[in-house]
């Protein structure tokens, strides 16, 4: 009986201790944006991308899984990103899918959600990701307006989370929208990222789910491959690991 409670506190002091590491790693990710950001699973599982390595918080630190919504859910594209930077990564993904970019305004329930949970989460943000835009493209919002709001957000972001990498990624085209109002969805998320010297990713050469508006996880993957070339491509010269 006494060895069965050791095991049982064993346990529990490595599910406590691996939850502290994780919480202090050096890639702790929240994800932001309608259901491009969400990237569950339309076509193709990642389950393959699943690792103790990765894991999310949701008033409790879990593995991650990429495919299915759920308190242990990432995304498809931020648990494919994770697997190829090869190191241990937290993520929250605050996304929701089919939502204007008024829905995510500071102030607003699913910003303050987004900012309860990494607070509960004891993790300093060290990159935020944004991916969102078609449904103020359907909604026919001009680049100026997009980039005033989008402009609100990240100074957000920058107050709450400061010292965090903002990375936006530009839609790419489909989702029911005229290409022209794209277009203006796509300059405003310049003009802001430019204004604030922050990095974006294009990924409108991806190919698109039947649906043309989302992705299978063959096309979630390309988009973590665009942004693992652009932000971590230039680590892996520092570490005695031979890529191929």
Not at 83 to 104: C, E, H, Q, R, Y
């Amino acid at each position: 009986m006494q060895s069965g409670k050791l095991v049982v506190i064993t346990v529990l002091v490595i599910i406590a201790l691996r939850g502290t590491s994780f919480a202090q790693s050096n890639e702790r990710w929240l994800i932001s944006g309608q259901s491009n950001a969400v990237s569950q699973m339309y076509e193709g599982s990642a389950a393959e991308d699943i690792s103790d390595n990765t894991i999310t918080y949701n008033y409790g630190w879990r593995i991650a899984q990429g495919d299915i919504r759920g308190i242990d859910f990432v995304g498809q594209w931020p648990i494919h990103l994770a697997k190829l930077t090869g190191g241990n990564v937290s993520i929250i993904n605050n996304s929701v899918g089919a939502k204007p970019i008024d829905f995510f305004m500071p102030g607003g329930d699913n910003y303050t959600t987004g900012l309860a949970r990494v607070n509960a989460s004891g993790a300093e943000i060290k990159k935020i990701f944004w991916f969102q835009g078609e449904s103020d493209a359907l909604n026919k919002m001009g680049a100026t307006e997009y980039a005033d709001k989008l402009a609100v957000i990240i100074e957000g972001w920058q107050a709450d989370y400061p010292g965090a990498e903002i990375i936006i990624i530009l839609i790419g085209y489909g989702c029911g929208s005229d290409n022209v109002w794209i277009d203006e969805i796509r300059a405003g998320q310049i003009e802001a990222a430019t204004a604030h010297s922050l990095k974006t990713i294009d990924v409108s050469d991806v190919k698109k789910h039947t649906d043309n508006c989302h992705y299978s996880y063959t096309g979630y993957s390309e988009i973590a491959e665009l942004i693992y070339d652009e932000l971590f491509h230039t680590h892996k010269y520092f570490f005695p690991i031979v890529f191929y």
